[in-house]
C-alpha cells in the first residue's frame, strides 16, 4: 500500500477548536474555500443540463472547450489555442496529485534513480505528494538554472506556479520564458499552475502572465502560432466564480501532451459529469461575474492589510491571489546584528496560536515547505461580516 504523510490540515484540529471558543464566534481564514454564492448564470447552466442521463465524453465537449478557448484568448493573452488541446478535469488538485503518474513518471528501469520532479521553494503540498505517488522524486527549487548536469537529466516534470499559493508572488515573463528555454533543452514538461491569474492586486497592468502565452512560450516558425510544445496550463474556476463545490477545472496546452492525457483518462474513467461541463461552460463565458467577485475579495483584502499591520504582522509578496502571507514584523535579529537568526516551524505555530487566541484560524507556512517556517498565509475567505470581525480583533 502507498504510504503518503498524514495530511497536513489535520494539525489545525487543536486551534481551530480553540478558536471556535471565542465569544464572537470563529474567524476562520485557513484553508480559503469560497463563502460567496455561486453566481446565477452558473446555477442555471447546471440545472438546465440536470437531464443527463447518458456518459459525458472525457474530452469536454466541444462547447465548452470553445468556450475555454475564448476565455485564453480574453482574459489570458493566449490567442491561438485549439480547441483540441484542452482537456476539462475533476478540480486543478486531481490533475496536479495525478500528472507526474499520468506522464508515465516514477523510478525508470535501468536507469538506476527515480525522476526528478522540480516545484518552488514555498509551494502548494500536492506537488510534492504527486511525486511521491508516481513514485518520482519532488525537488524543491527557485533556481533551476543552478541545477547541475546529472541533476537535470533526471528533471521530468518542472511545476511552476504564478500567483502562487501561498505567497501570491507573480512571476516575470523574462524567468518563465527562461524556464521554458531550459525544459525544451532538458526534454522536461513545463505545469504551470496559474489559478489565481483573474485575482491580480499589486500587478502593473494586471497583467500575469501565462505559459500559454506567446511573450512566453514563443511562435512556431513553420506555423506561426504559439508554441505550446512540452506546455500544460493548469486552471480552476474554482475561486473566480465560487464553483469548488463543482469540482469543474481543465487543462491546456502541447498536442501531444493533452492527446496522451485524454487517452489515458478514457481508460480510467475520470471524466468531469455533464451538467458541471455545462456550468463551467457558462461560467468561461461571462465575465461580469468574475468582474464582480473581484471587488469583493478587494474590499475584503483593504481592510484586512492594514489591520494585520495593526497586529504586529508584516505582509510580504501577496501581489495577486486569495492570501496574505504574513510574518511577525519583529524581525529575529536583535538590534545591532548583522545577521538574523532563521526561523523556526515553532515561530509559525507562535503566530497560528495568537491568532486562534483571537478567534481566527489562518494557515500555517510550514505546510507549504521549510521556506514557510515563520510564516502565516490568511485567507480572504470569508464573509464580510466575518472579515469585519477578524478586522476588529487584530486591531483590538
Not at 182 to 194: F, T
Not at 353 to 373: L, S
Request: proline share 7%; charged share 20%.
Amino acid at each position: 500500500m502507498l504510504t503518503l504523510p498524514e495530511y497536513p490540515w489535520d494539525a489545525m484540529a487543536p486551534y481551530v477548536e480553540q478558536a471556535q471558543q471565542h465569544p464572537d464566534g470563529v474567524v476562520n481564514l485557513s484553508i480559503g474555500t469560497p463563502v460567496d454564492p455561486t453566481p446565477e448564470v452558473i446555477q442555471q447552466a447546471l440545472a438546465a443540463a440536470s437531464d443527463a442521463p447518458g456518459y459525458p465524453t472525457t474530452h469536454g465537449t466541444l462547447t465548452l472547450r470553445e468556450a475555454i478557448a475564448g476565455w485564453f484568448a480574453r482574459r489570458r493573452r493566449v490567442p491561438d489555442l485549439d480547441p483540441a488541446n484542452i482537456l476539462p478535469t475533476v478540480g486543478s488538485k486531481e490533475l496536479v496529485a495525478w500528472l507526474p503518474t499520468l506522464l508515465g513518471l516514477g523510478s525508470r528501469a535501468g536507469a538506476g534513480a527515480a525522476d526528478f520532479v522540480l516545484r518552488p521553494l514555498v509551494a502548494y503540498p500536492t506537488y510534492d505528494i504527486g511525486a511521491q505517488i508516481a513514485g518520482a522524486t519532488p525537488l524543491a527549487t527557485d533556481d533551476p538554472f543552478s541545477l547541475d548536469e546529472d541533476t537535470l537529466k533526471r528533471v521530468k516534470l518542472i511545476w511552476i506556479n504564478s500567483p502562487s499559493n501561498p505567497t501570491g508572488a507573480v512571476a516575470s515573463l523574462e524567468w518563465m520564458r527562461s524556464v521554458v528555454k531550459l525544459a525544451r533543452r532538458i526534454g522536461a514538461v513545463v505545469a504551470s499552475d496559474e489559478c489565481y491569474a483573474e485575482l491580480p492586486w499589486d500587478v502593473a497592468g494586471d497583467d500575469v502572465p501565462s505559459l500559454l502565452d506567446p511573450r512566453v512560450c514563443g511562435i512556431d516558425e513553420v506555423t506561426g502560432a504559439s508554441d505550446h510544445r512540452g506546455l500544460l496550463t493548469v486552471y480552476s474556476a474554482s475561486k473566480q466564480s465560487n464553483l469548488a463545490g463543482y469540482r469543474a477545472a481543465f487543462a491546456a496546452g502541447c498536442p501531444e501532451l493533452i492527446a496522451g492525457l485524454v487517452n489515458t483518462r478514457k481508460h480510467a474513467g475520470m471524466i468531469v459529469p455533464a451538467p458541471i461541463q455545462a456550468a463551467l461552460t457558462a461560467a468561461l463565458n461571462d465575465d461580469a461575474h468574475v468582474s464582480a467577485q473581484r471587488e469583493v475579495y478587494r474590499r475584503r483584502r483593504e481592510l484586512m492589510v492594514p489591520a494585520l499591520a495593526a497586529a504586529g504582522l508584516q505582509i510580504e509578496e501577496s501581489r495577486a491571489g486569495l492570501y496574505l502571507w504574513c510574518r511577525s514584523a519583529q524581525g529575529p535579529a536583535a538590534e545591532g546584528e548583522t545577521s538574523a537568526t532563521p526561523a523556526t516551524a515553532e515561530d509559525t505555530w507562535r503566530l497560528v496560536q495568537e491568532m486562534a487566541e483571537r478567534g481566527i484560524v489562518v494557515g500555517p507556512g510550514v505546510f507549504y515547505g521549510e521556506q514557510g517556517n515563520g510564516y502565516i498565509r490568511v485567507a480572504l475567505t470569508a464573509s464580510d461580516e466575518r472579515i469585519s470581525a477578524a478586522v476588529a480583533r487584530l486591531r483590538a
